[in-house]
């Protein structure tokens, strides 16, 4: 079963813009987890932030955590052509650390 | 370097004929998992494991066993493979559950 779904599916923007993106997930967590994905190949991991987290930094990444909405958004800012790729996020239900459950994605496609 | 390396990168294979994909990591990582991503559903974990001899299913286990008889490696089996199980598996390890490290992938096609 997915329990993250992103929003928007894809997303097109011009090199320097911000981009972001949306995840909600089903059932409380641990921890949530953001990772990128360049065509077809093995994930990267970028980020995690932790149930009682609401804000985290990481360079240009900047993440947030609802966990009352079940929801967190990655704000890439000042884009580049290098960050077109997928971006998942993952979730690890509460009481689970090894489960660690992928939404279906945001293609994100930066132009120069 | 650390590293996921996963074997073959590339499969062809036909309906019912036995194939394992292999899964070694040279981190000391405890958690290790495999994935299968097909188009529009995103990734779905078929089996983790926590521990040598400590596995468990995931959301689609079916038509796949696993072992973990040593902590580097984590072979995937699929006993008789049919072409619903074609589909690009990655495997993923970490030490404690967060900020996987995945593989390069393997792309199997069952034809």
């Known amino acids: 079963s997915q329990q993250g779904e992103e929003d928007p599916q894809a997303l097109s923007i011009q090199e320097g813009e911000n981009a972001t993106m949306n995840c909600s997930y089903k059932?409380?967590?641990?921890?949530l987890q953001w990772y990128r994905q360049n065509s077809g190949r093995g994930l990267v991991h970028l980020i995690l932030?932790?149930?009682?987290?609401r804000e985290k930094h990481s360079g240009r990444l900047r993440v947030t955590l609802d966990t009352s909405k079940k929801s967190s958004s990655l704000l890439i800012t000042a884009s580049r052509a290098a960050d077109t790729a997928s971006y998942f996020c993952?979730?690890?239900?509460?009481?689970?650390?090894?489960?660690?459950?992928f939404g279906t994605g945001t293609r994100l496609q930066v132009t120069l | 370097e650390a590293q996921v390396t996963q074997n073959p990168r590339y499969l062809i294979t036909v309906t019912g004929k036995k194939l394992t994909v292999t899964c070694s990591q040279n981190?000391?990582?405890?958690?290790m998992s495999w994935y299968r991503q097909d188009p529009g559903l995103g990734l779905r974990q078929i089996y983790y494991?926590?521990?040598?001899?400590?596995?468990d299913k995931g959301d689609v286990p079916e038509g796949y066993k696993v072992s973990r008889k040593e902590k580097r490696n984590f072979p995937l089996i699929l006993e008789s493979p049919s072409p619903n199980q074609t589909s690009l598996y990655f495997c993923?390890?970490?030490?404690?559950?967060?900020?996987?490290?995945f593989g390069s992938g393997t792309r199997l096609t069952v034809v």
């Open positions: 981190m000391n990582h405890e958690y």
């Open positions: 993952a979730t690890s239900p509460t009481g689970t650390a090894s489960k660690l459950t």
């Open positions: 059932t409380s967590i641990n921890n």
């Open positions: 993923a390890t970490s030490p404690g559950g967060t900020g996987y490290t």
């Open positions: 494991s926590m521990n040598v001899e400590v596995t």
């Open positions: 932030i932790r149930s009682n987290e």
